[in-house]
């Protein structure tokens, strides 16, 4: 099994599935230990301690694939923490009054990973010597029965870096005692005896184990949530960002007066602080749930307010700005008429829209705008239409878009894409739909990264909320993080569907924009 299996059955309380993670580690551990104290029995302490702490705190490791990372932070800290406590109290480098030899009833193997006190003495007077860059991997090296590629596998190093700081390590060794290293090294690896130790300290269960055992399941089974679904929250969440930054490019080639320009800055800017904030303060709630297990139903509740909130408040405040902007429009023309003399720059001018001659049923099979509007000028109609808003029998893009297919800052639609977008299927960062998937989203089937409120089911990287069934860290359902909630959302087309989503959405965000975005500099940018 690999990491995540492994972390979820421990979740779960899988004390076996926690023995193979030590078996798997362990050496990997003590050799970093004792290459930061070059004492063998503290080193094995410490590892040990390392393990019991991450049994302790499984749950607050977000991702189990970076599970070898975060044992070796732990680690660390733990080593870091004793040079500390070390410095303050020298007194635990004073040799017992006493030096009692405990007998034990083991076999020969076990026996053999027992260095006597001359043996680690003479070792880590050699090690000492070797910086610290070159003795991790050389300690590391012998423990894992010269094995280049387990070595650079544990540092996240290439092969090649590997040996050239295995031949840097072994030059400053002296060569008179590096036989002896190399034996002494290769007995001290940790074993079974090692690993019986790190169970028999592990308290009887993780806390919060129901907790635990939900976020277990979630791991074993939702791969390909945390990798496409997750994925497409946030490249749906990213089609916002692309969206604004696009959006002050086409505004400034737009403008025509200093004021306008410094509006539209000022515009995308606070837009894009909302955004950046809410979505840090939901994310700041998220973590606040963890961390405050009791009291995760009233943080979620909250994190639920803030984001339905916002859904309702953008687009009313959307709407403000953008007739705020065509009154601007019509006061600086009048203001300062200069300005507008060039005859692109005239009300109704072929350059300022195009409007196909093609029609279906008397309207327009493709209408955009590229100018700036101005105060009481229309909305754009037609079967694909584009500009300020929108409004598309088949597809629309603009600041609000209304069409079967619509990608804009406020979509509405079957389909949309948007910052903050409603539609039967609705992606973006704030969305509602009959399936919204989404940095934040509300929908019968509701998938997201921070926060998914669905009236069937929800799936979330943070607080998951649902009817019916519910996988996340924070969940609340019927059937949450369980093995019925894992069935019912056992999909064997996942990672194809995901991948068309992931397509469809690049698709639907940077083609309309990068088309529109060059036709408006193109017509109406600086000369």
Not at 25 to 52: I, N
Not at 154 to 172: C, H, M, N, P, Y
Not at 221 to 230: F, P, S
Not at 454 to 471: C, H, K, M, N, V
């Amino acid at each position: 099994m690999d990491d995540t299996e492994l972390v979820a059955l421990s979740l779960g309380g899988d004390r076996e599935a926690f023995r193979v993670i030590v078996e798997r580690y362990q050496r990997l551990l003590c050799s970093l230990a004792y290459s930061a104290t070059g004492r063998m029995s503290e080193s094995e302490d410490l590892a040990q301690e390392a393990f019991v702490t991450a049994w302790t705190s499984l749950r607050s490791l977000r991702d189990p694939e970076r599970l070898r990372a975060w044992l070796c932070g732990i680690l660390r800290h733990k080593v870091s923490r004793m040079r500390r406590r070390d410095a303050r109290e020298p007194s635990h480098l004073a040799e017992p009054l006493e030096d009692v030899e405990e007998a034990m009833n083991m076999d020969e193997s076990a026996t053999n990973q027992t260095m006597r006190k001359e043996e680690q003495a003479i070792l880590w007077a050699e090690l000492e010597r070797v910086p610290e860059l070159y003795r991790e991997p050389l300690v590391l090296y012998y423990r894992e029965h010269c094995s280049v590629e387990h070595v650079a596998a544990s540092f996240d190093l290439t092969e090649d870096a590997v040996k050239q700081r295995l031949s840097r390590g072994r030059k400053i060794l002296q060569e008179r005692v590096l036989n002896f290293v190399e034996g002494a090294l290769a007995r001290s690896t940790p074993g079974k005896v090692f690993t019986m130790g790190v169970l028999a300290a592990l308290p009887s269960a993780i806390p919060t184990t129901a907790k635990a055992a939900g976020m277990g399941a979630v791991a074993i089974k939702g791969a390909t949530l945390a990798k496409t679904t997750w994925l497409a929250t946030v490249i749906a969440s990213a089609s916002g960002l692309v969206s604004a930054v696009m959006g002050m490019r086409i505004g400034l080639d737009q403008s025509r007066t200093p004021k306008e320009r410094r509006a539209v800055v000022l515009a995308v800017v606070l837009i894009l602080a909302l955004f950046a904030g809410l979505l840090g303060l939901l994310y700041g709630l998220n973590v606040a749930a963890i961390r405050w297990w009791d009291y995760r139903l009233a943080l979620a509740m909250v994190s639920q307010v803030l984001s339905a909130a916002f859904t309702i408040a953008f687009p009313i405040g959307l709407v403000w700005m953008m007739r705020y902007s065509r009154r601007l429009r019509t006061f600086e023309r009048r203001i300062h008429p200069e300005l507008f003399r060039d005859e692109r720059d005239q009300i109704g001018s072929r350059h300022g829209s195009y409007r196909s001659k093609a029609t279906l049923f008397g309207i327009p099979l493709v209408h955009f705008r590229f100018a700036s509007p101005d105060e009481g000028e229309g909305p754009i109609v037609g079967w694909i239409a584009g500009g300020d808003r929108a409004y598309g029998l088949l597809f629309a893009w603009g600041l609000i878009a209304v069409a079967p297919i619509s990608v804009g800052a406020f979509s509405v639609g079957l389909l949309s894409v948007g910052s903050v977008g409603i539609g039967a299927i609705a992606l973006g960062n704030f969305v509602t739909g009959l399936i919204a998937v989404g940095c934040v989203s509300f929908g019968v089937h509701a998938a997201s990264w921070l926060s998914a409120v669905g009236w069937e089911t929800a799936r979330s990287g943070g607080i998951a909320i649902a009817r019916l069934a519910a996988q996340g860290p924070i969940a609340f359902a019927q059937h949450a993080n369980n093995e019925e909630a894992l069935q019912i959302f056992a999909d064997p087309n996942a990672e194809q569907n995901h991948m068309i989503l992931l397509i469809f959405i690049a698709l639907a965000v940077i083609v309309p924009v990068s088309f529109y975005a060059r036709e408006v500099r193109r017509r109406m940018g600086r000369k």
